[in-house]
């Protein structure tokens, strides 16, 4: 079977998978520039990080690579602005934003010539992001990591969506094998987009721990939780997850108001951090429903290489 030909733009990656943009700090530029060098688009995380930090990132990411980097950047984070605007200057090539969105980025891309991609998870939401000026659209379900705007699967969404707008759509939610980028395919997506099949490789920047929990766990180590976003997400089960459940979360220890709102139960950043740096019982670990068909740790190199053969045969 033959890759679809993904156009977002004027850009035309080689192979149209896209790797998600994880927040906090967990898809950064050696993981980006990893996947735009095998031919597909490498997302940095501007989300919860400084725009200083973002340029930094950025320019890492350039020295690395010659491919297609793009960032993804949260419309809910108070910085949103400010990191898209860094994210332009500092010449990226394509912006992805989750959690609601507005007609400024599509005016500030249109006018620096850059596409922009929102995450859609309903067809009302796919249609207005087109008239808007949307390059393309994420189509991502309930069955993805991260923050979630719908319960209803991937499938379903783009069984909605396809056929309904004029612009490419990228599927996201549980596709993680090569097998499920095939089945995505051929289901009609112009593209896909994968994190937690990145987020347990090797150029991820979480501890091992975390990468660890990706190869033991499955769908029913995961829990639904209401995040300090006012968004649901699914995490890894643990101790600190039990105590989000019943309330009893702990408080924000030092809030620098990062998001534009907030319920200050407790605070998913500090959380995220935790768990990207491996605290066991204190971090917070967002997957998506796919966790349990993730069996080794792989490179992005080795990702790419399976999914190329099992498109080929």
């Not at 033959?2 to 990656?13: A, S, T």
């Not at 309930?142 to 612009?167: C, F, N, P, R, W």
């Not at 995490?235 to 979360?249: C, S, T």
């Not at 080794?296 to 099992?310: G, H, Q």
């Amino acid at each position: 079977m033959k890759f679809p030909d993904l156009r977002i733009g004027d850009l035309n990656p080689e192979f149209p998978i896209i790797q998600g943009g994880m927040a906090i700090e967990v898809s950064m530029a050696e993981l980006a520039a990893a996947v735009a060098e095998e031919g597909g688009i490498g997302l940095i995380a501007g989300t919860a990080i400084s725009p200083e930090k973002l340029k930094e990132e950025i320019k890492k990411a350039r020295a690395m690579t010659d491919g297609i980097i793009g960032v993804n950047i949260m419309f809910a984070a108070s910085e949103f602005l400010d990191l898209l605007k860094t994210s332009i200057e500092n010449g990226i090539d394509v912006i992805v934003s989750g959690a609601g969105f507005s007609r400024d980025m599509f005016t500030l891309g249109k006018e620096a010539g850059i596409p922009v991609v929102p995450i859609v998870s309903s067809l009302k939401l796919a249609r207005i992001s087109e008239k808007l000026g949307a390059s393309a659209i994420v189509v991502e379900g309930g069955d993805a990591g991260g923050h979630l705007g719908t319960a209803e699967k991937s499938a379903t969404l783009l069984e909605k969506i396809k056929g309904k707008v004029s612009i490419p759509i990228i599927t996201a939610g549980d596709i993680v094998t090569p097998a499920d980028v095939k089945d995505a395919f051929k289901r009609g997506a112009d593209g896909v987009q994968m994190g937690t099949r990145f987020l347990a490789s090797k150029e991820s920047s979480v501890d091992e721990y975390f990468k660890q929990l990706c190869v033991e766990c499955n769908f029913k180590d995961l829990k639904k939780i209401i995040s300090s976003v006012g968004l649901p997400a699914m995490a890894i089960d643990n101790e600190l997850v039990e105590q989000i459940l019943n309330g009893e979360a702990p408080a924000p220890e030092n809030c620098i108001d990062c998001l534009k709102k907030c319920s200050k139960e407790f605070c998913v950043r500090e959380l995220l951090i935790k768990g990207k740096e491996g605290n066991k019982d204190e971090g917070l670990f967002f997957s998506g429903a796919g966790i349990g068909k993730i069996k080794e740790i792989l490179s992005v190199k080795e990702i790419f290489a399976r999914i190329k053969a099992e498109m080929a045969d």
